[in-house]
Each structure stands twice: as C-alpha cells, then as structure tokens.
C-alpha cells in the first residue's frame, strides 16, 4: 500500500494535535470552547495593542457575524470586555478578563508540554530543516493561491464584461 502524500500527513499531525490539546485542556479552560482558546491565545500574544472585533474577524478569517456572535457568548461567559475607546464611541476594544487570564496560563503550559511530546527525539537540525522546509511549502501554496485568486479574478471580469456586452446588444 502507497504512503498518503506529505499533505495528508500533515492534516493528520494537526488533527492529532489539536485531538492532544483538545482532551489534555486544563479544567479552567473547559468552559472556553477551542474556538474560544484560539481568540483567547491571539488576545494574550498581542495584548501590547488594542485589539477590535475587526482585528479578529481578519486574523482568523471570519465574518462579521460569526465574530460578534462568538465575541457575545466570550462575554457572557465571563472571557472578554468590551471597552468603548476615547476616540470612536462606536469601536469597542476587546480585552480578556482575570478569568480568562487564568486560562491563558493553563493553555500555555498544555501547549508546552504537546511541544516537548511533539518534538521528543529530534535534534535541533532536523527541527531547523523541518521549519525551513515547512516554510517553503507555505510560500509555494501562497504564491499558488495568489495565482488562482488573480486568475479567477480575472475570469470574473471577463464574464462581467461578455454579459454587459450582451445587454448593450
């Protein structure tokens, strides 16, 4: 039987990790889905500035929506503020609660230990080369990504203008 290629094998590694996270999460965190932890952890890493609802509606690829949806039940359980900044009383900067704080701590030690668990066994060259390795990987699939936007985006013009053509006709 063949080996699944390398892409396979990577969605299998995340799916393991995110499997050890989600069943080692330490018990202050379980009221914190793992969406929750992820905006949690993107709040604790950039608590140097002031974050909106815009800010992780773009970081994490979601719609306005689903982000004010996810951020009101964050509030409600007692994770997150939202605080009316001086300049705009229309923008809310979003900041974690001592609750949530507590989490943080909680979350970064479990992710510590995956890490250890993780890289057991491999040498510091090998995780160098991994790194290196996984970072080209990413630069090809963006620089695809761009290609098929702007050729989809181009495709999209075209179709536009064949149809305003009809019209005029």
Known sequence: MDA???????????????R????????KAHNATNGNARIIMFLARDRDREIFQMD??????????TASRVLSLMEKK??????SVPQDARLKRIVLTDDANAIVEDLRGNAHRME???LEGI????????????????ANIDEALLEVLEDDTKQE?????EQEDKEER
């Open 4 to 18: 699944p290629p390398l892409s396979i094998e990577l969605q299998n590694l995340v799916k393991a990790i995110k």
């Open 20 to 27: 050890y996270l989600s069943l080692t999460m330490p018990e």
């Open 56 to 65: 992780i509606e773009e970081h994490f690829g979601i719609t306005r929506s």
């Open 78 to 83: 007692g994770l997150i503020e939202r605080i």
């Open 116 to 118: 250890e668990l993780l």
């Open 123 to 138: 040498t510091e060259g090998e995780l160098r080369q991994t790194k290196d390795t996984i970072r080209q990987m990413r």
């Open 157 to 161: 013009r075209e179709r536009r203008s």
